[in-house]
């Protein structure tokens, strides 16, 4: 993963996520959807370096998972100040993403 992604745990979700915007992508290695949008998602974190992107592994942490409702991968869930302010489930192409982060900016 790269610089601009961080890798969520359940130790360091609450702090990510509690300040300032951030986009939280819950995924895993098996999806196939989410193989889709891993470069997409590092396409956006790049160019949106106002928000903070971050990404979760549902089968390392079910426990933030099921506190979400994650039902579907991939699932990008928007906190701004530790409040979820929107979501997405499945592919989005870059443009969409960027736009669906933009209009939380």
Known sequence: MSNCI????????????????????FW?????????LAPVFEEV????????FGKVDVDDYPDLARQ???MSIPYVLIFKNGEIVDKAV????????????AKHK
């Open 6 to 25: 961080s890798t969520l745990t359940t130790e360091n979700f609450a702090e990510f996520t509690k300040n300032d915007l951030a986009v939280v992508d």
């Open 28 to 36: 895993a290695t098996w999806c196939g959807p989410c193989k889709m």
């Open 45 to 52: 974190a790049q160019k949106l370096t106002y928000a903070k």
């Open 68 to 70: 979400f409702r994650v």
């Open 90 to 101: 499945g592919f989005l192409p870059a443009d969409e993403l960027e736009e669906f982060v």
